[in-house]
C-alpha cells in the first residue's frame, strides 16, 4: 500500500487564492511571423514613414559596410556587422520617443546611431579607445553590451524604477537569439513580468549564436512563445519587414506605456556576414542558404514595395545612396586620425569613489609614465 492509499484517495486542492490565473491564450504568438510589405497591409502604411525607414536602412546598410572595411585596415579591433538586420536595428530606434530608452547588444550600433550617436562614438569600444564612447544620457542608449543578455535586468530595472518615480517612460532592451540562452534573459522576462514593467524586448533571430544554430539552443516552437510561461506577450514578426518590425514595436511600446506591462518580440532575420570579422562563418553554414536569405533583403523588400507604389522614383533612390556615400566616407575620414589617449583615463568612471587598491595602480601607472617621459627627454 502506498503512502498515499494509506492517508485515503488523493484529491487534488484547487490552487490557493494568491496564484496568479492567466489565460494563455491571448498571450501566445502567431503561427507565422507578422509581415506588412507585400501584403495588404501595405497599403495602409504611411508613405511617409515608409520613405523614413527605407533612408534608414541604406544609410545603415553603407554604415555596415564601411565598419567592417575599417576592420580590415587595422582601424577597428572587431566589428559584429548587423548586415541583413537593418530592419531591426532602425525599427528599433524609430519606434522609440525621446524621453525612452534604449538598451543594445553589442551587435547593435547601427540602432545606436539611428537612435542619434555619433557614428565614431559608437565604435569607440570597438576600437579599444575609451569604456563606452558616448553619453548613455545624451540620447538615451545604454552601453553597447558585449557580454550576453546582461542589459536586459538593467532594462527592466531602469524601466520600474522611472515607473515607481512617475515618469512616462519605456525601456527597449535588444539582443540575439544566442542571448536567450542565459540566465539574465530569464531573470529579466520574469522581474518585467511580475512587476509589470514597462519593457519590451526585442530577439533578433538571426539563425545562430556564433556557430550555434537555434534548433541546438531550445526545442520551443519559436522564441516568441517562450513569453507565454512568464506571463506576457509574445509577438512573432519577419525582422527583414521593416514596416513590420516598426508596427509591432510600436504596438508594443504604446501598450508598455499605457501600464499593460512587457512584451517579448521575436524578429525573424538572417546573419548575413560572419558572427565578427574574425569568425570564419563558411565553417558552419553554406554559401546556398546565405544566398537563399540575400532574396530577402530587408533594404530590396522595402525599395520594391515603394516603387511598385510609387513612392520612389531613381532620382530618390540616388540621392538617399549619395547621402550614404557621404556618411561613409566622413566616417572613413574621421576613423582615419588617431586620437590622443590619455592611459590615466583607464581609471575614470570604474567607481563614483575610486578605492584603496585602484588609487595605488593609477600611481604606479602614473609613475611609470614620469620615469617613461624623463627617459625620453634625457636622450
Same mark, same amino acid.
Given at each position: 500500500m502506498t503512502v498515499m492509499e494509506q492517508r485515503g484517495a488523493y484529491r487534488p486542492s484547487p490552487p490557493p487564492a494568491w496564484q496568479p490565473r492567466t489565460d494563455p491564450a491571448p498571450l501566445l504568438p502567431d503561427a507565422e511571423p507578422y509581415r506588412v510589405l507585400g501584403t495588404e497591409a501595405a497599403a495602409k502604411a504611411d508613405p511617409e514613414l515608409l520613405r523614413r525607414l527605407y533612408g534608414q536602412l541604406v544609410l545603415g546598410r553603407r554604415y555596415n559596410t564601411q565598419a567592417t572595411a575599417l576592420t580590415k585596415q587595422g582601424r577597428l579591433a572587431v566589428y559584429p556587422s548587423s548586415t541583413g538586420q537593418e530592419a531591426c536595428e532602425v525599427a528599433a530606434a524609430l519606434a522609440l520617443e525621446d524621453r525612452d530608452w534604449l538598451f543594445p547588444s553589442y551587435r547593435d550600433t547601427l540602432a545606436a546611431v539611428a537612435r542619434g550617436v555619433d557614428p565614431v562614438q559608437a565604435l569607440t569600444l570597438l576600437r579599444g579607445d575609451w569604456h563606452?564612447?558616448?553619453d548613455p544620457y545624451e540620447h538615451r542608449v545604454a552601453p553597447l553590451s558585449t557580454p550576453l543578455a546582461t542589459q536586459l535586468p538593467h532594462a527592466v530595472g531602469l524601466a520600474h524604477a522611472a515607473r515607481l518615480k512617475g515618469d512616462d517612460v519605456v525601456a527597449l532592451a535588444m539582443v540575439g537569439d544566442g542571448g536567450t540562452s542565459e540566465g539574465d534573459f530569464h531573470e529579466a522576462l520574469n522581474? $518585467?513580468?511580475?512587476?509589470?514593467?514597462p519593457v519590451v524586448f526585442l530577439v533578433q533571430n538571426n539563425g545562430f549564436a556564433i556557430s550555434v544554430p537555434l534548433a541546438k539552443q531550445t526545442a520551443a516552437p519559436s522564441l516568441a512563445h517562450k513569453a507565454v510561461g512568464y506571463g &506576457?506577450?509574445?509577438r512573432l514578426v519577419d525582422g527583414n519587414d521593416a514596416? $513590420?518590425?516598426h508596427e509591432v514595436l510600436t504596438d508594443a511600446v504604446r501598450h508598455a506605456r499605457a501600464g499593460g506591462g512587457p512584451t517579448l518580440i521575436e524578429a525573424v532575420t538572417y546573419r548575413i556576414d560572419a558572427h565578427t570579422n574574425a569568425d570564419?562563418?563558411?565553417r558552419y553554414r553554406g554559401d546556398a542558404e546565405v544566398e537563399t536569405w540575400r532574396a530577402h533583403d530587408p533594404v530590396r523588400l522595402l525599395e520594391r514595395e515603394l516603387t511598385g507604389r510609387g513612392l520612389l522614383d531613381e532620382d530618390a533612390? /540616388?540621392?538617399?545612396?549619395?547621402?550614404?556615400? /557621404?556618411? /561613409?566616407?566622413? +566616417?572613413?575620414?574621421r576613423m582615419n586620425q588617431d586620437?590622443? +589617449?590619455?592611459? &590615466?583615463?583607464l581609471f575614470a568612471h570604474v567607481y563614483a569613489e575610486p578605492t584603496g587598491q585602484l588609487r595605488e595602480q593609477q600611481e604606479l601607472l602614473r609613475a611609470e609614465l614620469a620615469a617613461e617621459a624623463e627617459e625620453g627627454a634625457a636622450r
Open positions: 563606452t564612447g558616448y522581474f $518585467a513580468a511580475v512587476w509589470q514593467a &506576457m506577450p509574445g514596416a $513590420a518590425v570564419d562563418a563558411t533612390v /540616388a540621392a538617399v545612396r549619395e547621402d550614404a556615400e /557621404a556618411m /561613409a566616407a566622413r +566616417l572613413r575620414e586620437p590622443a +589617449l590619455d592611459p &590615466m583615463d
